[in-house]
């Protein structure tokens, strides 16, 4: 009987537990991404004070959408967005939306997402070659 209750070898027994698990306090790691839209707006394409709406509306904290709490900001400049928040919030999630933006206002065909630094995204026009090259042919 005693044999089966000491059938794990010692060195693989299970670590001891502490009493009280301690909170970490201090400040919270904040990220801060920016989404620079500047050749949109000059040609009246793309209304940033819209897309700052979308994106207000549409991160999601914790599951759901719309709710950002304290943990979330999204501010924006004459001609570029910038989305404060709290670790985890990842920068990709944030081409995701501006990219979802593009295509509800049709505007995916002839706008695209570029990363220009790691904080920072960028909308730009497809360049579109001269049709030069077809005539010469």
């Known amino acids: 009987l005693l044999s089966r209750a000491r059938s794990v070898p010692p060195g693989l027994a299970m ?6 698990a301690t909170k970490r306090s ?4 904040v990220a ?9 707006v000059e ?3 793309l209304d940033p004070t819209t897309f ?4 207000a509306d549409r991160i999601k904290v914790k599951g759901r959408a719309g709710d950002l709490q304290d943990k979330v900001s999204v501010v924006r400049d004459k001609t570029r967005v910038s989305v404060q928040a709290e670790l ?3 920068k990709r999630y944030l081409k995701y939306l501006t990219k979802k933006y593009l295509k509800q206002n049709q505007l995916r ?3 695209r ?11 730009r026009f497809f360049s579109i070659q001269d049709d030069a090259d077809d005539d010469e042919e």
């Open 88 to 90: 985890p919030f990842s």
């Open 109 to 111: 065909d002839y706008l």
């Open 113 to 123: 997402v570029v990363a220009t630094d790691p904080n920072t995204y960028e909308l």
């Open 32 to 40: 801060k991404f920016t989404v620079e839209c500047a050749a949109p």
């Open 15 to 20: 670590a001891p537990t502490k009493g009280k």
């Open 26 to 29: 201090g400040k919270k790691s």
């Open 52 to 55: 700052a709406k979308f994106l």
């Open 43 to 45: 040609d009246r394409v």
